[in-house]
T-cell receptor, first 113, second 116 residues
Framework: DTAVSQTPKYLVTQMGNDKSIKCEQNLGHDTMYWYKQDSKKFLKIMFS???????INETVPNRFSPKSPDKAHLNLHINSLELGDSAVYFC????????????FGPGTRLTVL | AQTVTQSQPEMSVQEAETVTLSCTYD???????LFWYKQPPSRQMILVIR??????QNATENRFSVNFQKAAKSFSLKISDSQLGDAAMYFCAYRSADFGNEKLTFGTGTRLTIIP
């Protein structure tokens, strides 16, 4: 059983389109995250949700909108895609108060043409 | 804000030898966690080892161990008996112990090559 899953794994789209990436975790964790890994492999936090509540929003353009329908799911919707949005997006989850090791999904490689 | 520095963009080691990857960090907090993650070509992020700042004892996981120097803000990873499967990008990461600030702050990574 996959602990943290993301769909799709690859996404190729045109500039200006709107797309979504979905994330699900079956670890029973209460906190989920989105990270972006750029072309130089640098990883940076975008958002964090705890029990469906947004707790971290790191200066991300408002074209990016996370949504957490329940604590096992965290989706990322991106409007008006730009070339610079091309990256690998990772979802992760952890449990507050346990020293919070974060477990990562397999990543979604987004390519904007 | 916390920062994490990995000063070795690339390292290589002969199979079965030992290699040490460096990591330094900057923080004003006294309680935090440090991690090493491995990212092979499959791009999956895999936890290698973690260290709680309040523990003086260095963490070990099989062939992987850390040298945690809190005063020097240094957190190096030692890989013993290197294997071909250890080839990957290695990321050092910092996490605050404060609730609401549990994001991981990553270094820029070290690409490790294993020479057969």
């Amino acid at each position: 059983d996959t602990a943290v899953s993301q769909t799709p794994k690859y996404l190729v789209t045109q500039m200006g389109n709107d797309k979504s990436i979905k994330c699900e975790q079956n670890l029973g964790h209460d906190t989920m995250y989105w990270y972006k890994q750029d072309s130089k492999k640098f990883l940076k936090i975008m958002f964090s949700y705890n029990n469906k509540e947004l707790i971290i929003n790191e200066t991300v353009p408002n074209r990016f909108s996370p949504k957490s329908p329940d604590k096992a799911h965290l989706n990322l919707h991106i409007n008006s895609l730009e070339l610079g949005d091309s990256a690998v997006y990772f979802c992760a989850s952890s449990q507050v108060g346990t020293g919070g090791t974060q477990y990562f999904g397999p990543g979604t490689r987004l390519t904007v043409l | 804000a916390q920062t994490v520095t990995q000063s070795q963009p690339e390292m290589s080691v002969q199979e079965a030898e030992t290699v040490t990857l460096s990591c330094t960090y900057d923080t004003s907090e006294s309680d935090y966690y440090l991690f090493w993650y491995k990212q092979p070509p499959s791009r999956q992020m895999i936890l290698v080892i973690r260290q709680e700042a309040y523990k003086q004892q260095n963490a070990t996981e099989n062939r992987f161990s850390v040298n945690f120097q809190k005063a020097a803000k240094s957190f190096s990873l030692k890989i013993s008996d290197s294997q071909l499967g250890d080839a990957a990008m290695y990321f050092c990461a910092y996490r605050s112990a404060d609730f609401g600030n549990e994001k991981l702050t990553f270094g820029t990574g070290t690409r490790l090559t294993i020479i057969p």
